[in-house]
């Protein structure tokens, strides 16, 4: 490290690195309130809209059947308020995190000269960095959606059908139960890409071609162990779907004077139920990879991220009026 390096920097640096995924998300939502309880409220209504759609689609399908059309088009609102909602969050989603990645890279950067790492890690941690604001820009989102479709789902079962929603219980605590070890194994698939890639541009300068081929040898089988768990998770997962189908099959068969409308709701959040479900192996595989990264990453918020940038001339962003 230079001797020109002001004592607070090196001070500061000594914390770069300790923290963990978690704490690092949790900083990025300390730092940018504002704009995150923006997007995330239009989350959250475009997530309630969502639950509500099966059930104002069995409405309508009841209200054509009596021949009550004017009831039957409120369905038509519904669908429009939750593109409308959809539409207005993934507007924003852009220029909010566009603008928070921008303000991370700089001090990812920087932090990593202060450890004196090369230039090829240095390069690959600031991409990797780019994931914690993917997180909240894309998983989070799909993260919500799933949570709130499977539990919502699940109750909306229980009401209407409770033998259903009890199956639809049983397969969310098997599943819940195999989760923890299929995240322990992802995780360490992740940490050994993570390591190889971080040694990928010190290789492109340095290695010859044998050793740039068994490089990206690794590099492939590593991701193909990744997609054949998903795959694995994907086909059980979908052996369950079809488990839970026989089930409401059977029962809304014995069902006498069943409605068309009470069928088509039960199916449909059955359907909401398995598809959600099915967003679980790639939840947990992405939460396993920032966790691995938050080990290799500090974005450098708070006082350390002040100090960094004014180390580097570069004065810190003003505020967005609704930030």
Not at 60 to 89: E, K, T
Not at 128 to 156: C, N, Y
Request: proline share 4%.
């Amino acid at each position: 490290m230079s001797s020109a390096t002001p004592k607070i920097l090196i001070e500061e640096s000594k914390k770069i690195g300790q923290q963990s995924a978690s704490q690092t998300l949790k900083a990025i939502a300390r730092a940018y309130p504002g704009k995150l309880f923006c997007t995330l409220s239009l989350v959250a209504l475009e997530n309630a809209l969502l639950l509500a759609y099966p059930l104002f689609a069995g409405f309508a399908v009841d209200s054509i059947i009596r021949g009550d059309a004017g009831s039957a088009l409120f369905y038509a609102a519904v669908v429009l308020a939750f593109w409308v909602v959809g539409a207005a969050r993934r507007a924003l989603d852009t220029r909010t995190f566009t603008r928070i990645y921008a303000d991370l890279a700089v001090p990812v950067i920087l932090n990593q000269r202060l450890q004196n790492h090369s230039t090829s890690r240095a390069a690959a941690r600031v991409v990797l960095a780019r994931d914690f604001v993917d997180f909240f820009e894309k998983h989070v989102p799909i993260i919500a959606t799933a949570l709130v479709s499977i539990v919502g789902a699940a109750v909306m079962l229980l009401v209407i059908e409770p033998w259903i929603g009890l199956a639809c219980l049983t397969a969310l605590l098997l599943c819940t139960t195999l989760l923890p070890r299929f995240a322990r194994r992802n995780q360490e698939l992740h940490e050994r890409l993570n390591d190889r890639l971080e040694k990928e541009i010190g290789l492109v300068e340095k290695v010859g071609a044998q050793t740039l081929q068994r490089h990206y040898q690794v590099l492939s089988r590593l991701r193909i162990w990744l997609s054949d768990r998903e795959a694995a998770a994907f086909l059980f997962i979908g052996t369950l779907a079809a488990l839970l189908f026989v089930v409401a099959i059977s029962q809304l068969a014995l069902s006498p004077a069943v409605k068309a409308g009470h069928v088509y709701a039960v199916m449909t959040y059955l359907w909401t139920f398995v598809s959600s479900l099915d967003e679980a192996p790639g939840m947990v595989d992405q939460l396993a990879r920032l966790k691995d990264i938050g080990k290799r990453v500090d974005p450098g918020l708070g006082e350390c991220r002040t100090g960094l940038l004014h180390a580097a001339n570069l004065p810190p962003r003003s505020p967005a009026p609704w930030r």
